[in-house]
């Protein structure tokens, strides 16, 4: 059951980070550069342009291990069989909890934007993404109204409290740079979440196959 858990989500946050930095390199990349341009004054100097994308590709691997892990684990722990189409249903659970959510009151920001400091940002990011998940949760695996009301609650308790943002106002960035950014790292952020999850629901079941085949030869 370890092995494949481990196999799992190894496989699935392999292939999910491999095609998020395809999309960064494609399509999130050049409006980063635009806006260190605009943050400088004049085109970036990007000393080790490939330093800069071995260390995305590297970050966008662990991070797709890391949930790949998280989501293998959680099928395994159901211990049914999901397949292909109920993983990608799981992987869009994950980006609500994980990408959507937070995204609502702290949008993805490009390199010159004014925002709140660091640590406030972080902490409402993983308070909205442990609420949202708590309550997607409760909504779609327990019966009990109570619970489902409680699992309401929890959706919308980060956005009532509402996120930090800067005292500052003004931004240096042209407002369509800013606004296509946050369209294009939304939608790249869910091809990543699908395939995390259709990866993940394929392997589930693939892998458990396996498993029984060694034990009835």
Partial sequence: ?????????????????????L?????I??????????????????????KRLFDTFLFNILNGV??????????????????IQHGV???????????????AGLPPELPGSISAPLEA??????????????GLWLMALRSHRMLKGIGVILLLLPHIVGAPHADAYGEM?????????VGVTLGAMALFWA?????????????????????AA
């Fill in 1 to 21: 059951m370890i092995t494949r858990t481990l196999l799992t989500g190894l496989l699935a946050g392999l292939a999910a980070g491999i095609v998020l930095t």
């Fill in 23 to 27: 999309l960064y390199i494609g399509k």
């Fill in 29 to 50: 990349q050049p409006l980063i550069l635009a806006a260190e341009g605009y943050e400088h004054g004049a085109d970036p100097e990007l000393s080790a342009p490939l």
């Fill in 66 to 83: 890391g949930f790949g892990f998280l989501l293998a684990a959680i099928l395994t722990a159901r211990d049914r069989p999901t397949g």
């Fill in 89 to 103: 249903l799981w992987g869009i659970a994950g980006y609500v909890a994980f990408v959507l959510a937070p995204a």
């Fill in 121 to 134: 940002r972080q902490f409402w990011w993983l308070f909205t993404a442990v609420t949202t998940a708590g």
């Fill in 173 to 181: 960035l042209p407002a369509e740079l800013a606004a296509e950014y």
């Fill in 195 to 215: 395939v995390l999850g259709g990866v993940a629901g394929w392997g589930h079941d693939h892998f458990s196959d396996e498993a029984k085949a060694e034990v």
